[in-house]
């Protein structure tokens, strides 16, 4: 399945290459730096490539090419879902995913790469697993391995190959026993000129932190189940449960994971936290024109809207802006042509207003299409659909454990267009 | 992060050593003497006694090679280091091994003996990872050593090590193809395994071996259907996809029954369709209980957070289901291109934000043109407007692309569309401005009568676009539709010969087209014109020019010379020629399986396997009927045993005697041992074991069975009338002679009420002594209590040479955590460790329908679990299914009213919760199991043997 592994930072360089066959020259990835020259975006670049002899599957995480090599057929997302698979095992070990900590760690990295596929095909791709053969960097550990010539990697099977929940291990210990769980959501809505949605859906993920002695086998039950419309569940939740109850069951995974996700996507369900009243104009002579942005409460449920920013990608033309805003600050890259205003906490007493002037380049024709905006804001203890968790059962182990759940409510990709018709 | 960079610190040497390293450029003389200076430190270090030295070395070397950097001279250094006992080491130099083998193929043999003796390490993981590295090993020589080790891996008792087994398969077949016969064989073996870690390993070992042997799929297809939900994501992956393919083969199209629909229409006359009917009303079509089953199984995974699994349940629902149910799959699927009606719910989540990826955009722009109909175009229309706007050219191009498709596929919109298009030819972008002409030309074809004002203003357009694919359009435009425009045409051509020479070829064989075709309307104008275009075309610097100048002013322009060609030269000219149809880039990819590479780059990849059609007539489903097998796995050197169970010893005396004498004995010592330790109450039972061991040798066959019968009749009557399951805890070769089998013999253990007994049979076929058998260093999961056996002593050497049997008693706190120890001789220690299966863990207790019914009420809510199952075609009665529940779990049946129902009860050993099982039978073999219990990981994990056991 996935012969080789190359990992290519920003740049084009290769930092690390491992084969799970025979050797790969390097140079396949010759073909894919042509494709990458020629893309203005790194995301551009298309995940699939087809060489005369192989077939390149890549993706981009942390300013980083994952580029694998297939020479056979084989489901495109098996691959790309894997190489995710192995971004996410190295932000677990270290802690972030980039060519410096991968450099720093690069015999851990390998050993993890060694285990986790075994002649192409996935073989330990569970967190817990792979933590019990080879143990995550730790100054403590590594102070005394040095001295005694311990070494940091298992020398037994870890029990949970074996066992039907080999998300968890064996023989978990804690003297503070508890289960975090965060609801965070996230919308994403195009809005037009006027204000009406176009499209709105929120993306909804259960994060669970979850430090619990022994086997315990939790029921985590919703308010409003109903609400939950398109999901997928780490493998640990019981399908048939959710089905039958819509609770979800599970033997949860030790440590950090995500339980579920889900979308609402129904239209009437998705609540815009905020209304953006905007104004820009370029005029057709004197190379100028006018922005004035005022922002404020919408349906937010009576809480506070904070980290409120506002991004605007100006048309190439705009030479600098010259605004002044009545809550926060604004910056304009002259390079990226960025300008982002950022707000802060919105005070419904006071709307925050942006305005003034932009200088264009002389002579320049007017910008034909007005800029978006992309709106960024947060509401804590908020989950804008209205998801409510009523409970949390254990079963299975007799102590009592410290549970808690939060809410967040994020824009995930709003964006406020400025349509004009043809 | 803190502690990540501390931890680098303090590793020092690694990465402060190796990174200037990184740097220097191996070519340069200077250089690569100090390289090898470097190198023969490492050597050094390789060479001493200290781990940590050695450590440091491996951790360096195994950083050149992650780089890229060639270590290969350190071989003989390295390894020397294969047995070292630290197992970092190990591992590292493993490492290096597999990278270097085949390069330096002598010293790698040396290392063989290593690795065959970690065949044989009591420690699952050593003898996987001796496995894995031996079969990574791409040395052809080494071929029957691999052969030898996978066979024998193939049933080792630890599914992890089966599973390398299976992985080592396409290892071992892509060194030497010539292996696939004996391979096969071993696949055939690993399909039968009954555990969920090897399966998704052995399905992808057969899929790269032998796609085509689809029949060895057959007697386990329930048993993979009814895995599937337990195995890993990645084995999910492929068993699907092999399903699928199997599916094709056996099952009918569901379908089949669609009026007008369906393949039916492409092939056969109308008289073959009315015969089809005719069978049709004979035949109505009726899904396989197993195409069911595939389909009911798999359909819970579309919530499966991995995104390749839902892909490939969907291309499975989009292959297999009936028409009415693939809807399933498209709230689950949001990114594909399959039929329309679909996905039109989902309309709004594939506009495009400025922010996607340029192929998500094209993607997206795809799957909105396939959805547009007549009621939703002007939404879409509107859409596509502000897509022109975005800076992305590519995907401005893509989106008039699909305007123009949009606008051919619905005839209503097809004005509006060109409207939109001819306003975009104003557009300042000059890319903009050439993808619309380049549409509007095809658009235009389908009526163009009705637009010569387009072909007017588009004749303008000819000043001011340079891009050749445009301007060579509009000129073909003009040319072909010279009619529409007779004022304009010749101006335009006028002007195009004096730009001829410093025009694309593309656009000079357009104005030699365009000079031709006006010539042969309106020669009068043009004549002159026509001459000279073509003169200038003589002399091009392109040979494709120079030809088509001298054909067609052979064509064209009458002399005596010109044949008979030339009087039809208007014909073929000014044909009508057919508008061509727009077409979606993703056009003929259908016969590709969904989600497959070939699918993405619509080119058979290597190793694709095509989708076969559905069969005329299904194949016989009896194929997929299997037998219940006595033994947990049907795997293994214990077949044997089994079948000594079921035929008694007699008849192996007669087949094995001769070659397996030990063996044979020990199966005749199983039957009668089991027999006695039923007898035998508790604490005397090892003395009754060792008695009747002793006494077993010499004992004559006869009495053997009269023994047996009398114990069968001593049977107490709530034991299961069930063969009990006999399970290897440590293997001949592993034991070095010495097996060891152990079963549950569900019989109570009276030292420790709230244990369970295990009952040991020791065989030893080893030529030397064993004595002092005795365990050792128990490791528990914590409230886990056994009761050691007490030490088997020692003996004379014919006595060794036989079957001893011993019974212990594990308290397994009601969890099925497997107990560890050691097993120890006067030699040797074997690591060992024993799991119950859920159904174990209980025992059996009488009550009345009316107790049964009131623990049951107490038992509600959380503490039941309901599943609805098909019976397997073998186990429809009463009987067989009272049989399956009581082999599978210790519990006793409890009367009942209604032959529709069978209960069972029991009590978990150790906690004494109650555990109540329900089976009701409705039509057709289907059931409903319910299971009641105070413990819920019990009930879960208990459900799902009872299951198995009764659909298999």
């Known amino acids: 399945m996935i012969h080789s592994l190359f990992l290519i930072n920003h740049s084009g360089d290769i930092f690390l290459e491992k084969h799970w066959k025979s050797v790969i020259s390097r140079s396949v990835c010759d073909y894919f730096f042509e494709v990458k020259e020629k893309a203005v975006d790194p995301e551009n670049v298309p995940p699939v490539l087809q060489t005369p002899h192989h077939y390149l599957i890549s993706i981009y995480r942390g300013k980083l090419f994952f580029l694998s090599v297939v020479q056979t057929e084989v489901p495109p997302l098996f691959v790309i879902e894997f190489l995710h698979r192995v971004a996410d095992t190295f932000q677990d070990y270290f802690g972030e995913c980039s060519e410096g900590v991968i450099k720093d760690n690069l015999v851990t990295v390998y050993e993890l790469l060694e285990e986790m596929l075994d002649n192409g095909f996935p073989l330990a791709t569970e967190s817990n697993v792979l933590k019990e053969m080879i143990r995550p960097p730790n100054i403590l550990r590594s102070v005394v391995n040095t001295l005694t010539g311990g070494s940091n990697v298992g020398d037994t099977l870890p029990t949970g190959q074996l066992s039907n929940v080999p998300w968890r291990r064996a023989g978990v210990k804690y003297t503070n026993n508890e289960a975090y769980f965060d609801v965070v959501e996230e919308i994403d809505a195009i809005l037009d000129k006027s204000g009406t949605t176009v499209f709105a859906e929120i993306q909804g993920v259960v994060e669970a932190c979850v430090r619990l002695t022994g086997m315990p086998d939790l029921t985590l039950s919703f308010m409003n189940p109903r609400l939950l419309d398109d999901m997928s569940f780490h493998p640990c939740v019981r399908f048939k449960r959710w089905e039958s109850e819509r609770v979800l069951s599970f033997i949860p995974p030790d440590g950090n994971f995500t339980l579920m996700t889900y979308h609402v996507s129904s239209q009437n369900l998705v609540a815009i936290p905020v209304y953006v009243k905007q104004n820009i104009n370029f005029f057709e002579t004197g190379s100028c024109g006018r922005l004035d942005i005022t922002i404020g409460p919408k349906q937010n449920m009576g809480k506070t809207v904070e980290g409120l920013m506002v991004t605007i990608h100006m048309p190439k033309v705009v030479l600098s802006a010259n605004l002044t805003a009545t809550q926060g600050n604004y910056t304009y890259d002259l390079t990226t042509k960025v300008l982002v205003w950022d707000i802060g906490k919105l005070n419904p007493q006071k709307l925050p207003n942006l305005r003034g002037s932009l200088s264009m380049q002389a002579g320049a024709p007017k910008p034909e299409e007005n800029p978006s905006l992309n709106i960024d804001l947060k509401i804590q203890q908020l989950a804008i659909s209205g998801l409510k968790v009523s409970r949390l059962d254990m079963y299975g182990e007799k102590y009592k454990p410290f549970k808690g759940v939060k809410y967040l409510t994020k824009a995930g990709k709003f964006q406020r267009l400025s349509l004009s018709f043809l | ?952």
């Open chain 2, 1 to 952: 992060m803190s502690a990540s960079s501390a931890f680098n610190d303090e590793k020092g040497g690694s990465s402060s050593v190796g990174e200037p390293e990184y740097g220097h450029d191996p070519a340069s003389g200077g250089i690569f003497s100090s390289d090898y200076k470097r190198h023969d430190d490492l050597k050094e270090m390789l060479d001493s006694n200290k781990d940590s030295l050695k450590l440091e070395a491996m951790k360096r070397i195994v950083a050149m090679i992650a780089r890229g950097k060639n270590a290969s001279d350190l071989f003989p250094a390295v390894v020397k280091n294969v047995a070292c006992k630290n197992i970092e080491v190990k591992k590292l130099v493993y490492v290096y091994l597999v990278r270097y083998a085949e390069e330096q193929q002598d010293l790698a043999l040396l290392s063989i003996s290593t690795f065959q003796r970690g065949l044989k390490d009591p420690n699952q993981l050593i003898r996987a990872s001796a496995l894995r590295v031996l079969s990574s090993i791409r040395v052809t020589i080494i071929v029957p050593i691999m052969m030898l080790a996978i066979k024998e891996a193939a049933s080792d008792m630890s599914p992890y090590v089966r599973k390398t087994a299976a992985h080592a398969i396409p290892k071992l077949y892509s060194l030497d193809p010539e292996q696939k016969d004996q391979l096969i064989e071993v696949i055939e073996k690993l399909l039968a395994d009954k555990t969920t870690l090897v399966a998704g390993s052995v399905v992808m070992a057969f899929e790269e071996v032998c796609p085509e042997r689809i029949d060895l799929i057959h007697k386990n297809y329930r048993k993979l259907c009814n895995l599937l939900i337990d195995v890993e994501e990645w084995g999910q992956v492929v068993i699907i996809n092999m399903l699928t393919r199997y599916a094709r083969t056996q099952f009918l199209n569901p379908n089949i029954n669609e009026g007008g629909g369906g393949e039916k229409t492409f092939y056969g006359s109308d008289e073959d369709e009315d015969e089809d009917e005719e069978e049709k009303e004979k035949k109505p079509y009726v899904m396989d209980p197993d195409h069911r089953l595939l389909l009911r199984n798999t359909k819970p995974l579309l919530q499966s957070r991995n995104a390749a699994v839902v892909m490939a349940v969907a291309q499975l629902y989009f292959h297999l289901a009936p028409k009415a149910e693939v809807g399933v799959i498209a709230k689950a699927l949001q990114s594909s291109v399959l039929e329309p009606g679909m996905f039109e719910p989902y309309l709004k989540s594939f506009y495009i934000r400025s922010t996607d990826p340029t192929q998500i955009k094209v993607l997206k722009l795809e799957v909105l043109t396939n959805l547009a109909n007549e009621t939703n175009i002007s939404t879409i229309l509107r859409e596509f407007q502000t897509y022109i706007k975005s800076m992305d050219k590519d995907f401005v191009a893509a989106t008039i692309q699909a305007i123009g498709r949009c606008a051919t596929n619905i005839g209503e919109v097809r004005d509006t569309c060109l409207n939109g298009l001819v306003q975009l030819l104003s557009n300042r972008d000059e890319l903009v401005v050439a993808e619309s002409v380049v549409v509007i030309k095809k658009l235009l074809q389908m009526q163009p009568e009705k637009h010569s004002d387009i072909i007017k203003h588009m004749a303008k357009l000819t000043d001011n676009i340079q891009v050749p694919m445009a301007r060579a359009s509009i000129l073909w435009l003009i040319g072909e539709y010279c009619e529409h425009v007779p004022k304009i045409a010749p101006d335009v051509l006028r002007k195009m010969a004096k730009s001829f020479t410093n025009e694309e070829d593309i656009v000079k064989l357009q104005i030699i087209n365009l000079a031709a075709k006006l010539y042969l309307t309106n020669s009068k104008q043009t004549k002159l014109l026509t001459q000279y275009v073509l003169n200038l075309a003589k002399y091009d610097q392109n040979y494709d020019i120079r030809d088509r100048a001298r054909f067609i002013r052979q064509l064209i322009v009458p002399t005596e010379k010109s044949g008979a060609l030339s009087k039809y030269a208007k014909k073929l000219f000014l044909a009508l020629k057919p508008a061509p149809v727009l077409e979606s880039p993703f056009k003929d990819r259908d016969h590709f399986q969904l989600g497959s590479l070939s699918h993405l780059l619509n080119a058979k990849a290597g190793g694709y396997q095509e989708l076969p059609d559905w069969p005329e007539a299904a194949p016989d489903p009896s194929v997929r009927n299997v037998e219940v097998k006595e033994s947990v796995r049907a795997v293994g050197t214990v077949t044997y045993r089994d079948t000594g169970a079921l035929w008694g010893p007699q008849k192996m005396e007669g087949s094995e005697g001769c070659s397996f004498p030990r063996a044979s004995d020990s199966a005749s010592g199983s039957e009668s041992g089991s027999g006695s330790e039923e007898s035998g109450s508790g604490s005397e039972s090892e003395e009754s074991e060792e008695g009747s061991e002793s006494e077993e040798e010499e004992e004559e066959e006869e009495e053997k069975d009269k023994k047996k019968k009398k114990k069968e009749l001593k049977k107490p009557t709530i034991a299961p009338s069930s063969v009990l399951k006999n399970y290897e805890l440590l293997h001949r070769i592993t034991g070095e002679g010495l097996s060891v089998e152990y079963c549950f013999s569900r019989q109570p253990f009276s030292p420790d009420a709230n244990m369970v007994a295990v009952q040991m049979q020791f065989t030893n076929s080893a030529t030397s002594d064993t004595k002092n058998l005795h365990m050792e260093d128990v490791k528990l999961q914590s409230g886990m209590r056994v009761k050691e056996f007490p030490e088997i002593g020692e003996r004379e050497p014919e006595d060794i040479q036989c079957t001893a049997m011993a019974v212990m008693g594990i308290d397994f706190c009601d969890s099925t955590q497997a107990a560890n120890f050691q097993l120890c001789t006067h030699t040797r220690k074997f690591f060992v460790s024993i799991q119950p299966p859920v159904g174990e863990l209980m025992r059996p207790i009488f009550l009345t329908e009316n107790e049964f019914k009131k623990e049951q009420g107490q038992l509600m809510g959380m503490n039941e679990i309901t599943e609805k199952l098909t019976l397997d075609a073998k186990c429809r009665n009463e009987h067989a299914i009272v049989q399956r529940v009581t082999t599978a779990a210790n519990l006793s049946r409890v009367p009942c009213g209604s032959d529709k129902e069978c209960r069972f009860a029991g009590r978990t050993v150790t906690s004494s919760s109650l555990v109540l099982v329900t089976v009701a039978t409705k039509e057709e073999g289907a059931a409903q199991l319910t299971v009641n219990c105070e413990k819920m990981v019990i009930g879960t994990m208990l459900v799902k043997d009872i299951l198995l056991a009764l659909t298999q």
